[in-house]
């Protein structure tokens, strides 16, 4: 039996790695994140399991992972991951909806944006030099698997710094990037 196991939307085993992001973790991301409470700052807004089997910049290597991120808002701006382009602009990642819905947040480095909507067999291709994030848009947790280069690296500091050029929001009950 193979010591690391992928079970619906886990990954389990000795090399596997946990993240966990809360609220206050990401608070810079959503355009009211001043507003979270104290109480609210510590709710987890998503986990990250991932299987990292070669040392990191490795050319050639694959890393999968799993996020499970769950429904809520700030605002009327629905739970989201922090985003990011790749350290290694160039490298290209696939995302695969495998339960509830969502929407996968893509800007080129000009800042023209798009959405795509994530749901269950869902199949995203990330092109290099892709700035990349996923929302949660419904009522249930949303899980997406992910696929990258050991080499792409992650530059969270350009969208620390200047953020997308638009906000998933929810507008009129439903989500709009506006």
């Given at each position: 039996?193979?010591?690391?196991?992928?079970?619906?939307?886990s990954?389990?085993?000795?090399?596997?790695?946990?993240?966990?992001?809360?609220?206050?973790?990401?608070?810079?991301?959503?355009?009211?994140?001043?507003?979270?409470?104290?109480?609210?700052?510590?709710?987890?807004?998503?986990?990250?399991?991932?299987?990292?089997?070669?040392?990191?910049?490795?050319?050639g290597?694959?890393?999968?992972?799993?996020?499970?991120?769950?429904?809520?808002?700030?605002?009327?701006?629905?739970?989201?991951?922090?985003?990011?382009f790749?350290?290694?602009?160039?490298?290209?990642?696939?995302?695969?909806?495998?339960?509830?819905?969502?929407?996968?947040?893509?800007?080129?480095?000009?800042?023209?944006?798009?959405?795509?909507?994530?749901?269950?067999?869902?199949?995203?291709?990330?092109?290099?030099?892709?700035a990349?994030?996923?929302?949660?848009?419904?009522?249930?947790?949303?899980?997406?698997?992910?696929?990258?280069?050991?080499?792409?690296?992650?530059d969270?500091?350009?969208?620390?710094?200047?953020?997308?050029?638009?906000?998933?929001?929810?507008?009129?009950?439903?989500?709009?990037?506006?």
């Amino acid at each position: 039996m193979p010591e690391n196991l992928f079970i619906g939307k886990s990954l389990i085993g000795k090399k596997i790695e946990q993240s966990t992001r809360t609220l206050g973790d990401i608070r810079f991301i959503f355009e009211k994140g001043d507003q979270i409470t104290l109480q609210q700052a510590s709710r987890i807004a998503y986990n990250v399991s991932s299987y990292l089997p070669e040392k990191e910049g490795t050319p050639g290597g694959l890393y999968f992972g799993i996020t499970n991120l769950y429904p809520g808002l700030v605002g009327d701006e629905y739970f989201m991951t922090k985003g990011h382009f790749h350290a290694n602009r160039d490298t290209a990642e696939f995302y695969w909806g495998i339960e509830g819905e969502g929407v996968v947040i893509l800007m080129d480095e000009q800042g023209n944006i798009k959405g795509e909507k994530m749901f269950p067999g869902s199949l995203h291709y990330i092109p290099g030099r892709m700035a990349h994030r996923v929302a949660n848009v419904s009522d249930v947790s949303l899980s997406f698997g992910a696929c990258w280069y050991s080499n792409a690296g992650h530059d969270y500091k350009t969208i620390e710094q200047k953020g997308f050029t638009a906000r998933l929001k929810k507008v009129n009950g439903a989500p709009q990037l506006v």
